[in-house]
């Protein structure tokens, strides 16, 4: 009875659903965050009887046929890219980018890594870095005396120095854009990887065409709507449900046919 693995097939497309809406209220509150949806696709069908075929020595057609279908398969889980909202903090080292673009991390590897989390620090020799200690690209290092620290919203990094009127500049951030950055492979702690899907990173100023601008003092909030995540939930909730009473209408049939004598 291929009921059975049909309905097997929906109830694991919906846990996988459920773990994806999980994922996203577990991150309600992280900075830079991206919602995830799942999408799915439909399996493979047995074609019993093929339309457009002749039905007749007259010449008349099969206008449908027979096509039966095999369940349901995850297609892709997508990052939803919308921006979230301006959190203040009035934190200094808080960046937010308002638009498209990456802040630049190296990592200990000497890999780049991209990120939308823009809750940086000093460490101990004055360079901006992540909450992990990874250093922004290009590296900024910040005076040990320095009075007060500006960030434009062109990126333009500038400190008030002692007995100094006038601030001066100790660096320029950039953004780095992508083609495709749903296409990004996520490794955890706010980081993206650059993939063949998601194409070379474009590097840019920030105002510049095709690039967001840096807000000094605020963070990025994720994007996940939890009322709508709520309403996700409930329905992946009830497909589950009803997935689980087909196999229990299918297992009924089954017991009386074996109950046949």
């Known amino acids: 009875m291929r009921s059975l693995s049909i309905a097997a097939t929906g109830m694991l497309a919906q846990q996988l659903n459920v773990e994806v809406i999980s994922n996203n209220l577990a991150n309600l509150s992280t900075s830079g965050f991206k919602r995830q949806r ?7 069908y047995d074609t019993q009887r093929r339309m457009g075929t002749s039905s007749s020595d007259q010449g008349t057609m099969v206008p449908t046929g027979v096509q039966l279908g095999t369940g349901v ?3 892709s889980v997508y990052r939803v890219l919308e921006q979230g909202n301006a959190t203040l903090t009035d934190n200094s080292y808080d960046l937010m980018i308002q638009g ?3 802040l630049r991390v190296e990592m200990p590897n000497g890999d780049e890594a991209y990120t939308r989390d ?3 620090q000093l460490d101990g020799n004055g360079a901006l870095v992540t909450v992990d200690g990874y250093p922004v690209q290009p590296g900024i290092t910040v005076p040990s005396n320095a009075l007060q620290v500006s960030v434009s919203a062109a990126g333009q990094v500038q400190v008030t120095l002692p007995n100094t009127t006038a601030p001066q500049v100790i660096g320029q951030l950039d953004l780095a854009s992508f083609v495709n950055p749903a296409g990004l492979e996520a490794t955890g702690n706010n980081l993206f990887l650059e993939t063949p899907a998601s194409g070379a990173p474009t590097i840019g100023l ?4 095709g690039f967001g601008t840096v807000l000094q003092g605020f963070l990025e909030s994720s994007n996940v709507n939890p009322v709508q995540e709520i309403t996700n ?3 992946a909730q009830r ?5 689980s009473k087909v196999i229990t209408a299918s297992d009924e049939m089954l017991q009386t046919i074996n109950q046949v004598r």
Do not use: H, M, R, V
């Not at 799942?38 to 493979?44: G, K, P, S």
């Open 100 to 102: 498209n673009g990456y």
């Open 233 to 235: 939930l409930i329905n």
């Open 38 to 44: 799942a999408e799915f696709q439909d399996l493979l």
């Open 206 to 209: 920030p105002g510049d065409a």
């Open 118 to 120: 823009g809750s940086l």
């Open 73 to 75: 398969k995850t297609g």
């Open 239 to 243: 497909a589950y449900e009803l997935n």
